[in-house]
């Protein structure tokens, strides 16, 4: 370079050079100061850089703007950029069409890849219809990926047993490659952490803290396992151990660790600082940190709304927790926008108030949400009821039943609202409309004597004679 400083192959040497040594800064300095057309011929460098710096979006922005469509090795980080990013459609897309045009040794590589995509998908809707049965178990990382599957599909003690078998392919693969105890110990630390992780949520929380606090001890090298395990620990103690439970929610919230979280990860573990604060009194931390969950989850509003009525009634100032949460809900453009808990929260505070115009005005507010939730939909007739708001009473149940009809609901529930509504419209002397609902309970589950005598008694008040 001191001879040839334009030298197109002593230039990617040295990039390449930079990139082994891990000085990802220094590299991305040295692509800056060439010109364009240098530039270009290293796209792929820097796209490497950025994303190994923590920068993915600029990562993929340097992609996108490079044609890959037969460059494997930026197809690959491309695939690897739209993971980090949680973009997991495209990312499934990258990863067949990878596995599809690829004839090389990395196929297994792909294929576990390809597995933690789909987990991903699966997080986030668990009906999702992505298979993993076609996938080979070649691999103790595609068996862990399987697992979490099942964990993203609640089957939890289905997802033991699949990480158990995980763990023992680990453990031979590792022995059988030489590593030392040390090693294998660090690697069976995140399968034996998801198996805790399903004892915690199958309510078997002293084998998961047993586990977790084992896993501790191990010199681990992964900030984002000690701090997905320190909040953990935390959502169990609850309010006891606090001494130990401040330090662990305070690894939880180690920088170092975010990078290599997910979105969900990182938003549960500063929901649960917050929660932390608030259940120990120490309100002042918990108004800090606000703001700056705020700005890390812009998305999810609704939480730090809760976050910040929860610590107004911590502080004996309802009204104002009222107003926060009213504000919010008066924010939301359309009903589908509202959070349901947010405003569930609201209607219970403003029954305590006895604001009974209020409560409704805010259920009526939430959609289907009053049809499809019977406990929302009892509260707003009982409140109907008291304050002699008949007709609207009369609409709420014809329309519940007409949307539990019309989405198949389960036949003991519609049982249960015919009779409520059958119940309803005789206290209210309507025995026509009673008499309507009796007859389809009649149709559900044919004469019950109890169902009979009601049917029989109503109508006995308009039609003596089929009452005979």
């Given at each position: 370079?001191?001879?040839?400083?334009?030298?197109?192959?002593?230039?990617?040497?040295?990039?390449?050079?930079?990139?082994?040594?891990?000085?990802?800064?220094?590299?991305?300095?040295?692509?800056?100061?060439?010109?364009?057309?240098?530039?270009?011929?290293?796209?792929?460098?820097?796209?490497?850089?950025?994303?190994?710096?923590?920068?993915?979006?600029?990562?993929?922005?340097?992609?996108?703007?490079?044609?890959?469509?037969?460059?494997?090795g930026?197809?690959?980080?491309?695939?690897?950029?739209?993971?980090?990013?949680?973009?997991?459609?495209?990312?499934?897309?990258?990863?067949?069409?990878?596995?599809?045009?690829?004839?090389?040794?990395?196929?297994?590589?792909?294929m576990?890849?390809?597995?933690?995509?789909?987990?991903?998908?699966?997080?986030?809707?668990?009906n999702?219809?992505?298979?993993?049965?076609?996938?080979?178990?070649?691999t103790?990382?595609?068996?862990?990926?399987?697992?979490?599957?099942?964990?993203?599909?609640?089957?939890?003690a289905?997802?033991?047993?699949?990480?158990?078998?995980?763990?023992?392919?680990?453990?031979?693969?590792?022995?059988?490659d030489?590593?030392?105890?040390?090693?294998?110990?660090?690697?069976?630390?995140?399968?034996?952490?998801?198996?805790?992780y399903?004892?915690?949520?199958m309510n078997?929380?002293?084998q998961?803290?047993?586990?977790?606090?084992?896993?501790?001890?191990?010199?681990?090298?992964?900030?984002?396992?000690?701090?997905?395990?320190?909040?953990?620990?935390?959502?169990?103690?609850r309010?006891?151990?606090?001494?130990?439970?401040?330090?662990?929610?305070?690894?939880?919230?180690?920088?170092?660790?975010?990078?290599?979280?997910?979105?969900?990860?990182?938003?549960?573990i500063?929901?649960?600082?917050?929660?932390?604060?608030?259940?120990?009194?120490?309100?002042?931390?918990?108004?800090?940190?606000?703001?700056?969950?705020r700005?890390?989850?812009?998305?999810?509003?609704?939480d730090?709304?809760?976050?910040?009525?929860?610590?107004?009634?911590?502080e004996?100032?309802?009204?104002?927790?009222?107003?926060?949460?009213?504000?919010?809900?008066?924010?939301c453009?359309n009903?589908s926008?509202i959070?349901?808990?947010?405003?569930?929260?609201l209607?219970?505070?403003?029954?305590?108030?006895?604001?009974?115009?209020?409560?409704?005005?805010?259920?009526?507010?939430?959609?289907?949400?009053?049809?499809?939730?019977l406990?929302?939909?009892?509260?707003?007739?009982?409140?109907?009821?008291?304050?002699?708001?008949?007709k609207?009473?009369?609409?709420?149940?014809?329309?519940?039943?007409?949307?539990?009809?019309?989405?198949?609901?389960?036949?003991?529930?519609?049982?249960?609202?015919?009779?409520?509504?059958?119940?309803?419209?005789?206290?209210?002397?309507?025995?026509?409309?009673?008499?309507?609902?009796?007859?389809?309970?009649?149709?559900?589950?044919?004469?019950?004597?109890?169902?009979?005598?009601?049917?029989?008694?109503a109508?006995?008040l308009?039609?003596?004679?089929?009452?005979?």
């Amino acid at each position: 370079l001191e001879v040839d400083s334009n030298h197109p192959k002593a230039i990617h040497c040295k990039i390449v050079c930079l990139i082994q040594l891990n000085e990802f800064e220094e590299a991305l300095k040295y692509l800056e100061n060439q010109n364009e057309e240098t530039r270009k011929k290293f796209e792929l460098e820097q796209a490497y850089c950025l994303y190994r710096l923590n920068n993915v979006e600029e990562s993929l922005k340097c992609l996108d703007g490079k044609d890959v469509s037969d460059d494997l090795g930026a197809n690959e980080l491309k695939a690897q950029a739209l993971y980090r990013m949680e973009n997991f459609e495209d990312c499934y897309s990258s990863y067949f069409d990878l596995i599809k045009n690829s004839n090389d040794d990395y196929e297994d590589e792909r294929m576990v890849n390809l597995a933690a995509v789909i987990v991903g998908l699966k997080n986030i809707n668990s009906n999702i219809k992505y298979d993993l049965a076609n996938i080979s178990n070649s691999t103790y990382e595609v068996i862990y990926n399987k697992a979490c599957a099942l964990v993203a599909t609640k089957h939890y003690a289905k997802a033991i047993a699949k990480l158990q078998d995980a763990e023992t392919v680990c453990k031979k693969f590792l022995e059988d490659d030489g590593a030392t105890e040390e090693e294998i110990e660090s690697e069976l630390a995140i399968i034996r952490a998801q198996i805790a992780y399903c004892n915690q949520r199958m309510n078997k929380t002293d084998q998961a803290l047993k586990t977790y606090n084992e896993i501790l001890k191990q010199k681990l090298s992964d900030p984002a396992l000690i701090a997905i395990i320190s909040n953990n620990i935390v959502a169990i103690h609850r309010d006891q151990n606090l001494f130990d439970s401040k330090k662990k929610i305070r690894m939880a919230l180690s920088e170092n660790a975010e990078s290599k979280m997910s979105s969900n990860q990182k938003l549960n573990i500063h929901y649960n600082y917050c929660l932390f604060m608030l259940n120990t009194n120490q309100f002042d931390s918990c108004r800090k940190h606000l703001p700056i969950f705020r700005s890390k989850f812009p998305n999810n509003e609704a939480d730090a709304v809760l976050i910040e009525a929860y610590l107004q009634i911590k502080e004996k100032n309802q009204s104002q927790a009222i107003d926060t949460l009213k504000t919010y809900c008066l924010s939301c453009k359309n009903d589908s926008m509202i959070d349901l808990e947010v405003a569930l929260f609201l209607a219970e505070l403003l029954l305590k108030e006895r604001d009974l115009d209020g409560c409704a005005k805010v259920l009526e507010n939430l959609g289907e949400f009053r049809l499809s939730k019977l406990a929302i939909t009892s509260i707003l007739i009982q409140i109907y009821e008291k304050t002699m708001k008949i007709k609207e009473a009369e609409k709420l149940f014809d329309d519940c039943i007409d949307w539990h009809e019309k989405h198949k609901s389960q036949k003991a529930m519609l049982i249960s609202l015919y009779n409520e509504a059958a119940k309803f419209y005789l206290n209210q002397n309507k025995p026509q409309a009673s008499v309507k609902y009796l007859e389809k309970i009649v149709k559900l589950q044919g004469k019950n004597p109890k169902i009979i005598s009601m049917l029989i008694n109503a109508y006995s008040l308009f039609d003596v004679q089929k009452a005979k």
